[in-house]
């Protein structure tokens, strides 16, 4: 049982280059999220999924797009880098009881450095 | 200020102490959770709590609603709890939007 994957967990990049962070759940689960932690700060929404098909900005979305591929994919994309987007990604998904939502399962972190 | 408040911000405790960690936060929430980060690692969900108390193992977490108040607790602490705890709140109503507080890093020494 892999709970959540996202993948690569590390990644160098140039600015001005484009990438996309990949993450899946085999939990059955509607909602995903993608957050990035930087040092300081409680980690930060940048976007997320309520169900399939849908997608949502979170606080900090600009320089980011998202696509909900199908209900267990969601992949972030940065279309050109910067180094303000040097972070660490985690892509999270909260177990749901009817309209209540519980547990948050998280994969394990993408480190992205940008040059 | 920030919706959700940790303290201590650092924390070093010798090995066998009873660790306390604080979380304050200021909206009205529907759970908090309590997470653990190891160094480069990545996150786990400890507790989510809604009311009252849970333990599991030397893990205890509180809270107190009207007083807009959580605790952790560990129990003999050990090595290995060395770790970052993060406090998390989910607020009512909406997607239900999750605000991280910005951890807790504890040490315990042998």
Redesign the interface.
Same mark, same amino acid.
């Not at chain 1, 300081?40 to 929404?45: D, E, K, S, T």
């Given at each position: 049982n892999a709970g959540v994957t996202q993948t690569p967990k590390f990644q160098v990049l140039k600015t001005g280059q484009s990438m996309t962070l990949q993450c899946a759940q085999d939990m059955n689960h509607n909602?995903m *999220?993608w957050y990035r932690q930087d040092p #300081?700060?409680?980690?930060?929404?940048i976007y *997320?999924s309520?169900s399939e098909g849908t997608t949502?900005k979170g606080e900090v979305p600009n320089g980011y797009n998202v696509s909900r591929l199908n209900k267990r994919e969601f992949s972030l994309r940065l279309e050109s880098a910067a180094p303000s987007q040097t972070s660490v990604y &985690?892509c999270?998904s909260?177990q749901a009881y009817g309209a209540?939502? #519980? +547990?948050?399962? &998280? #994969? +394990?972190?993408s480190r992205l450095t940008v040059l | 200020k920030n919706e959700v408040e940790q303290s201590p911000q650092n924390l070093t405790a010798q090995e066998e102490e009873f660790i306390t960690i604080n979380c304050s936060y200021s909206v009205g929430i529907s759970a908090l959770h309590w997470l653990q980060q190891h160094p480069g690692g990545g996150i786990v969900s400890l507790f989510m709590l809604s009311s009252g108390k849970k333990k599991h193992g030397r893990l205890i977490a509180t809270i107190n609603i009207q007083e807009k108040h959580s605790s952790l607790h560990i129990t003999a602490s050990h090595p290995r709890d060395s770790a970052v705890y993060i406090c998390a709140v989910r607020s009512l109503g909406g997607y239900q939007k999750v605000t991280f507080g910005t951890g807790t890093k504890l040490q315990v020494i042998p």
């Open positions: 909602s *999220y #300081g700060m409680g980690l930060r929404l *997320y309520a949502d &985690f999270a909260p209540h939502t #519980g +547990e948050l399962f &998280f #994969g +394990e972190g | -």
